[in-house]
C-alpha cells in the first residue's frame, strides 16, 4: 500500500496535467472516504499515485457570480456552512452539510468528494438535484440530473477533474435526513424537495440518488396526494445494513409528505 | 516534509499517504492520539489540523505539509494542565481512557470558538467522538464546568 505515489499540486492547472498523465491516479480531498479505503486497500482499481487537491487555492471557496452561487469541489462542509452567502442563497445545502458526520468530517469532506463518490447515500447529492446544480469539470458543465450513471459511477471521463459546483438561485428547497443518529449517521433515506419548479430527489433508496420523476409530475399538477402515492413507483429500495427496503418505503413517502406540508405552510 | 507538532516544527522523511494517525504514533512516539475504529467514525484519533478538529486517521500525512498539528500532548504547558483537562480529572470524565484524548481536542476546540455554550451546544459540538463507556454525562459536566 505504501508504494503509492504521493503528488501534492499546488495550482489547478498543475493538478489537471498532473492526473492526465499519471496513469493508475486517484484524486484526494478531505479523505474522509479515500484514506479509510486506500488504508485498508480496498480501493478498485488499486491506485498507483494520489493527488492531493486539499490545498489547491482554486478549489476552495464560496462565491457568488452572475445569478449563481459556486462553490469550490475541496471547500470543506465547515466552509460551505459559515458562508453568509451560501446560508442566504442555499440554506437546503447548508442544512445537508450539518448533517453529515460531526465536526471532524464536516472539516474535511467536501462535495467534490461526495459528488466523485457517488455513493447512493450521499446527504449533499439530492440537495443538489433539486436546486438543479451544474458540475462544472475541467473541460465541461455537466448538469446534475446527468451526474449519476450507475452505482457509484459517475459521467466523468478517467482523466476528469471536479472544479466547482454551481447552483442557480431563487430556488427554495427543503431537505430532510432520516439515520440512527443525529450525528455520525449514514443515511436510511435522504429527501431534498422543491415545489416551484417541482423536484423530488431521494437518496439511500436506489442504487443511485434518484430524481422521483412519477412524483413531480404529480407535484405539477399540484396534486400532492398523488405525488405521495407516486412516489413508491420511482423508488428500488433494498434490504442493507441500515434498514429494509419496506421501512425506506414507508419512510419516503412520510418524509415527503412532511416536506410537502411544510412548504405549503410557508 | 516539514510540520509544526505541538509548537515545534518536524522535518519527516515520510510516504506521503500515510495516515497521520500512524505517523504521530509510530514514527513519533505521541501516543496520546488512540486509534479506535480507523474510518472516522468515533473521533478516538482525533488532532487539531490549523486549530480545527480532524480525525487523523483520515489524513494523509503529506496533507499536514507547512501546517499546524495539535495532539493531546501539546494541551498542557509543561506539566500544567489546561483548564479543560483539569476539569476532567476533577469530574471524573475519563473511564477507561481511550477516547478522553480525542474528547479535550474537540472541547478544546469548541471552548476556543465560545465560552458560553450551552449542554446541547457541547453535546453537538462532541458529536463526532464517541465514549465506549458511555461515560457521556461526567464529560458534558467537564466541558460545562469551563464555560462562563
Given at each position: 500500500?505504501?508504494?503509492?505515489?504521493?503528488?501534492?499540486?499546488?495550482?489547478?492547472?498543475?493538478?489537471?496535467?498532473?492526473?492526465?498523465?499519471?496513469?493508475?491516479?486517484?484524486?484526494?480531498?478531505?479523505?474522509?472516504?479515500?484514506?479509510?479505503?486506500?488504508?485498508?486497500?480496498?480501493?478498485?482499481?488499486?491506485?498507483?499515485?494520489?493527488?492531493?487537491?486539499?490545498?489547491?487555492?482554486?478549489?476552495?471557496?464560496?462565491?457568488?457570480?452572475?445569478?449563481?452561487?459556486?462553490?469550490?469541489?475541496?471547500?470543506?462542509?465547515?466552509?460551505?456552512?459559515?458562508?453568509?452567502?451560501?446560508?442566504?442563497?442555499?440554506?437546503?445545502?447548508?442544512?445537508?452539510?450539518?448533517?453529515?458526520?460531526?465536526?471532524?468530517?464536516?472539516?474535511?469532506?467536501?462535495?467534490?468528494?461526495?459528488?466523485?463518490?457517488?455513493?447512493?447515500?450521499?446527504?449533499?447529492?439530492p440537495?443538489?438535484?433539486?436546486?438543479?446544480?451544474?458540475?462544472?469539470?475541467?473541460?465541461?458543465?455537466?448538469?446534475?440530473?446527468?451526474?449519476f450513471?450507475?452505482?457509484?459511477r459517475?459521467?466523468?471521463?478517467?482523466?476528469?477533474?471536479?472544479?466547482?459546483?454551481?447552483?442557480?438561485?431563487?430556488?427554495?428547497?427543503?431537505?430532510?435526513?432520516?439515520?440512527?443518529?443525529?450525528?455520525?449517521?449514514?443515511?436510511?433515506?435522504?429527501?431534498?424537495?422543491?415545489?416551484?419548479?417541482?423536484?423530488?430527489?431521494?437518496?439511500?433508496?436506489?442504487?443511485?440518488?434518484?430524481?422521483?420523476?412519477?412524483?413531480?409530475?404529480?407535484?405539477?399538477?399540484?396534486?400532492?396526494?398523488?405525488?405521495?402515492?407516486?412516489?413508491a413507483?420511482?423508488?428500488?429500495?433494498?434490504?442493507?445494513?441500515?434498514?429494509?427496503?419496506?421501512?425506506?418505503?414507508?419512510?419516503?413517502?412520510?418524509?415527503?409528505?412532511?416536506?410537502?406540508?411544510?412548504?405549503?405552510?410557508? | 516534509?516539514?510540520?509544526?507538532?505541538?509548537?515545534?516544527?518536524?522535518?519527516?522523511?515520510?510516504?506521503?499517504?500515510?495516515?497521520l494517525?500512524?505517523?504521530?504514533?509510530?514514527?513519533?512516539?505521541?501516543?496520546?492520539?488512540?486509534?479506535?475504529?480507523?474510518?472516522?467514525?468515533?473521533?478516538?484519533?482525533?488532532?487539531?489540523?490549523?486549530?480545527?478538529?480532524?480525525?487523523?486517521?483520515?489524513?494523509?500525512?503529506?496533507?499536514?505539509?507547512?501546517?499546524?498539528?495539535?495532539?493531546?500532548?501539546?494541551?498542557?504547558?509543561?506539566?500544567?494542565?489546561?483548564?479543560?483537562q483539569?476539569?476532567?480529572?476533577?469530574?471524573?470524565?475519563?473511564?477507561?481512557g481511550?477516547?478522553?484524548?480525542?474528547?479535550?481536542?474537540?472541547a478544546?476546540?469548541?471552548?476556543?470558538?465560545?465560552?458560553?455554550?450551552?449542554?446541547d451546544?457541547?453535546?453537538?459540538?462532541?458529536?463526532?467522538?464517541?465514549?465506549?463507556?458511555?461515560?457521556?454525562?461526567?464529560?458534558?459536566?467537564?466541558?460545562?464546568?469551563?464555560?462562563?
Amino acid at each position: 500500500m505504501h508504494d503509492v505515489t504521493y503528488l501534492r499540486p499546488t495550482s489547478l492547472k498543475d493538478a489537471v496535467q498532473l492526473y492526465r498523465k499519471t496513469p493508475g491516479c486517484r484524486p484526494l480531498a478531505g479523505g474522509t472516504d479515500l484514506m479509510v479505503m486506500l488504508h485498508a486497500g480496498t480501493l478498485r482499481p488499486e491506485p498507483r499515485a494520489i493527488l492531493d487537491l486539499w490545498s489547491i487555492p482554486e478549489l476552495k471557496g464560496v462565491r457568488r457570480t452572475q445569478g449563481l452561487l459556486e462553490i469550490g469541489a475541496a471547500e470543506s462542509y465547515t466552509g460551505i456552512i459559515r458562508a453568509r452567502e451560501a446560508q442566504e442563497h442555499v440554506p437546503a445545502l447548508v442544512a445537508a452539510a450539518r448533517t453529515i458526520g460531526a465536526a471532524q468530517i464536516q472539516n474535511r469532506g467536501t462535495l467534490g468528494g461526495n459528488l466523485a463518490n457517488a455513493s447512493p447515500a450521499g446527504d449533499t447529492l439530492p440537495v443538489l438535484l433539486a436546486y438543479d446544480a451544474v458540475v462544472v469539470t475541467d473541460r465541461r458543465s455537466i448538469p446534475i440530473d446527468q451526474f449519476f450513471t450507475g452505482y457509484r459511477r459517475t459521467a466523468l471521463q478517467p482523466d476528469e477533474l471536479i472544479v466547482a459546483v454551481r447552483i442557480p438561485l431563487g430556488r427554495r428547497v427543503l431537505f430532510r435526513k432520516v439515520g440512527t443518529r443525529a450525528a455520525q449517521a449514514i443515511s436510511k433515506v435522504v429527501v431534498a424537495v422543491s415545489r416551484s419548479p417541482a423536484r423530488v430527489a431521494i437518496g439511500s433508496v436506489a442504487e443511485v440518488t434518484i430524481r422521483a420523476r412519477r412524483a413531480e409530475s404529480a407535484l405539477e399538477r399540484h396534486d400532492i396526494e398523488g405525488a405521495i402515492a407516486a412516489v413508491a413507483g420511482d423508488i428500488r429500495p433494498i434490504d442493507d445494513v441500515r434498514s429494509t427496503a419496506s421501512y425506506r418505503a414507508a419512510v419516503t413517502q412520510n418524509v415527503l409528505r412532511e416536506l410537502l406540508d411544510a412548504s405549503a405552510r410557508s | 516534509m516539514r510540520f509544526t507538532l505541538n509548537g515545534t516544527t518536524v522535518s519527516l522523511d515520510v510516504v506521503g499517504t500515510r495516515r497521520l494517525l500512524d505517523v504521530l504514533r509510530e514514527d513519533l512516539h505521541l501516543t496520546g492520539t488512540k486509534e479506535g475504529c480507523g474510518e472516522g467514525e468515533c473521533g478516538a484519533c482525533s488532532v487539531l489540523i490549523d486549530g480545527e478538529v480532524v480525525d487523523s486517521c483520515l489524513i494523509a500525512v503529506g496533507q499536514v505539509e507547512g501546517r499546524e498539528v495539535t495532539t493531546v500532548e501539546g494541551l498542557a504547558d509543561g506539566g500544567r494542565l489546561t483548564a479543560l483537562q483539569q476539569a476532567f480529572i476533577e469530574y471524573g470524565a475519563a473511564q477507561c481512557g481511550i477516547c478522553t484524548p480525542g474528547m479535550l481536542l474537540a472541547a478544546h476546540v469548541l471552548l476556543e470558538g465560545s465560552s458560553r455554550l450551552t449542554a446541547d451546544e457541547v453535546r453537538e459540538g462532541l458529536a463526532g467522538n464517541l465514549c465506549r463507556c458511555t461515560g457521556y454525562t461526567k464529560i458534558i459536566e467537564a466541558v460545562l464546568s469551563c464555560t462562563t
